[in-house]
């Protein structure tokens, strides 16, 4: 549903009047029960007080298109893969089909001239309201810029013209956020992460390889709720979804605490479920959402099917040594624990696990939910 549009201020055409998200989501036949549904997972995602789920839902409902720009450079396209197998049909992806993707080179059906105008009109439109979304590293501005280039324009160059008047850029995938694997050694391409470019503007983090198509979405739900960016972490991930270690939450915890390893990957200690650290499990060390919101729909994720986390959404994964090496100094505050109880096994184990119990307990007591029933009744 488009409307003419005036003009703003300075001259410039106003974007035309856009459907908005509950107009979207109505024409595409999502009941208000499930479009509440989400909002009330949404909020619980973000571990905002249920209080606040009433207004997800208001401000959703009346949220227009922001545009955006996506950005991909040296990747391998799993993480708009990741995005796109997303199940469907489900909010999420009405939400990411509710933003103006304007450019995406994956994506897009046009090519050449004209997809590089699609995104200059873009820009030019929407000056200082754009989000820019980039996934992959790129060359930084020591590297021979020829390295990789789009329409002749280096990487380099597109990212810095590209952001000069965006909002915001949220870097999606390990890639983007922290250089990944083209970074890793000896990093033939001189790839950097977007924040090392990005100075001058929020660079949001969504780490992972690839990330969870929830936080991308819930990230973009989030600025479409308050018109602004989530809070972050000290890698400028979204703590709503990095605030807790894939350990914290991981269903195999109690037979860690209990010191119960399994050894090798067919053991009767990997039948019965034990934990999976002396098979190279990352989770202690690795802050992401998989334990919780699970992959493909919720149904499992690595763990859950028997492998360990490799730790993908923490930077320089590549290079923290073997994928199934178990880890003998994690950082993070647990560290001196873990390491003993690499050694010590049993009673160590269950002392992290005593620490860890008490921060979930504290996460637990702040992160409040509310059920689609109870939004029904306050709307
Ligand atoms: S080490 Fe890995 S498998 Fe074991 S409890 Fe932690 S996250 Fe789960
Ligand atoms: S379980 Fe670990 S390695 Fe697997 S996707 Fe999640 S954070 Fe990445």
């Known amino acids: 549903m488009v409307t003419a549009s005036p003009h703003r201020p300075d001259g410039r055409p106003a974007p035309a ?17 499930g479009f509440l549904k989400f909002c009330a997972a949404t909020a619980s995602m973000m571990a905002l007080p249920p209080s606040m789920a009433p207004a997800i839902a208001a401000a959703l409902e009346s949220a227009r298109r922001p545009s955006v720009i996506w950005l991909s450079f040296q990747e391998c396209t799993g993480c708009t893969e990741s995005l796109t197998r997303s199940f469907s049909p489900t909010v999420e992806n009405l939400i990411l089909d509710t933003i103006s993707l304007d450019y995406h080179h994956t994506l897009q059906a046009a090519a050449g001239d004209a997809a590089e105008h699609a995104r ?9 309201e754009y989000l820019v979304v980039v996934d992959g590293s790129l060359p930084g501005p020591g590297a021979n810029p020829g390295y990789s280039t789009i329409a002749g324009i280096s990487n380099y160059d597109m990212l810095m013209e590209t952001v000069a008047d965006a909002a915001a850029v949220i870097a999606v995938g390990s890639c983007a ?49 308050f018109g ?33 390893f399994a050894e090798t990957f067919d053991d009767e200690g990997a039948k019965k479920g034990w934990c999976l650290y002396r098979l190279g499990c990352k989770g202690p060390m690795t802050y992401n959402a998989c334990a919780t919101m699970k992959w493909n729909g919720g149904t499992s994720w690595p763990v859950e099917a028997g492998a360990p986390c490799l730790g993908c959404s923490e930077p320089d994964f590549w290079d923290a040594g073997g994928f199934y090496d178990a880890l003998s100094v994690p950082p993070g505050n647990s560290g001196d624990m873990l390491l003993a ?24 007591k702040q992160h409040q939910t509310v059920t689609a029933e109870e939004l029904e009744q306050k709307l």
Not at 17 to 33: D, F, K, P
Not at 120 to 126: K, L, Q, V
């Open 17 to 33: 009047r856009q459907a908005t998200l509950g107009e979207s989501l109505r024409r595409n036949g999502v009941s208000r029960r």
């Open 120 to 128: 200059e009109a873009a820009m030019h439109a929407n000056a200082g």
């Open 177 to 225: 956020a922290f250089g990944g694997l083209p970074k890793a050694s000896p990093n033939p391409s001189g790839a950097v992460a977007v924040q090392d470019l990005v100075k001058d503007k929020p660079v949001i983090n969504v780490s992972g390889c690839p990330p969870l198509p929830m936080v991308i979405t819930g990230v973009l739900a989030q600025y479409l709720t």
């Open 228 to 260: 602004k960016l989530p809070e972050l972490d000290q890698y400028n991930r979204p703590l709503a979804f990095f605030g807790q270690s894939i350990h914290d939450r991981c269903y195999r915890r109690p037979f860690y605490d209990k010191g119960l």
């Open 341 to 364: 109880a690499g050694a010590a096994g049993v009673a160590v184990g269950a002392g992290v696990g005593l620490l860890a119990r008490s921060q979930a307990k504290g996460a637990a």
